[in-house]
């Protein structure tokens, strides 16, 4: 079984500033993907990065970076210079044998 | 760059009666997959599908539901006998090849049952 957790319902940033948003997953496979989700209020399910579980070199793409920490199953999302256009809801994932969400954080930026 | 799409955009149907979403994956990928989101709510895997059959299916995925890859483009989701509870926004996606990672969305389509 594969489960997926994220324990911020809701954050907020002010604008250009930098906002960490937790996820923790749990799996029995060896081999497995993660995932952040970006959901803005047009509900389309963006891409924001990925990480292989098979890489200790955490991604980063642009303005954001995971900190994946595979021991610990601890795979959090880190946008530097927050800009208002990143205000969305942010879902965690999981590909082992099957995708897995987490609930979702909802991401405010303040101007 | 290739995209995946779906229709309607937003389908309203009274409860009792059946509908079918439609997805066209992007074209070299060979893994479908359905997931819906009940507003408010996290993103569920209903199905996934691969070489004209289902590989997987959640429970949520019960006889009511049905999906189909009826030509070489559609990969449709079928819902037989809509209820309340139904009314969620329904993801197609789609994945290229066997190895695990990144599924492409498609837009979604909201389902309202009245």
């Known amino acids: 079984a594969q489960t997926v957790t994220q324990s911020q319902p809701e954050m907020s940033v002010q604008e250009a500033e930098t906002v960490t948003l937790s996820c923790t997953y749990d799996?029995?496979?060896?081999?497995?993907?993660l995932f952040w989700y970006k959901q803005p209020p047009s509900r389309q399910m963006i891409l924001v990065i990925r990480q292989e579980a098979y890489k200790q070199q955490n991604a980063t793409e642009n303005r954001f970076s995971v900190n994946f920490q595979k021991a610990a199953k601890s795979f959090s999302l880190k946008i530097s210079d927050s800009q208002l256009g990143d205000a969305a809801m942010y879902f965690c994932a999981i590909d082992g044998n099957q995708f897995y969400f987490g609930t979702g954080t909802s991401l405010t930026v303040i101007p | 760059e290739p995209e995946v799409t779906q229709t309607p955009s937003h389908q309203v149907t009274q409860m009792g009666q059946e509908v079918i979403l439609r997805c066209v994956p992007i074209s070299n990928h060979l893994y479908f997959y359905w997931y819906r989101q009940i507003l408010g709510q996290k993103v569920e895997f209903l199905v996934s599908?691969?070489?004209?059959?289902?590989?997987?299916k959640s429970e949520i995925f019960d006889d009511q539901f049905s999906v189909e890859r009826p030509d070489g483009s559609n990969f449709t989701l079928k819902i037989r006998s809509t209820k309340l509870e139904d009314s969620a926004m329904y993801f197609c996606a789609s994945h290229r090849v066997r190895l695990r990672g990144e599924q492409y969305f498609g837009p979604g389509t909201r389902l309202t049952v009245t």
């Open positions: 799996t029995s496979e060896s081999d497995y993907y």
């Open positions: 599908f691969y070489n004209n059959e289902i590989s997987e």
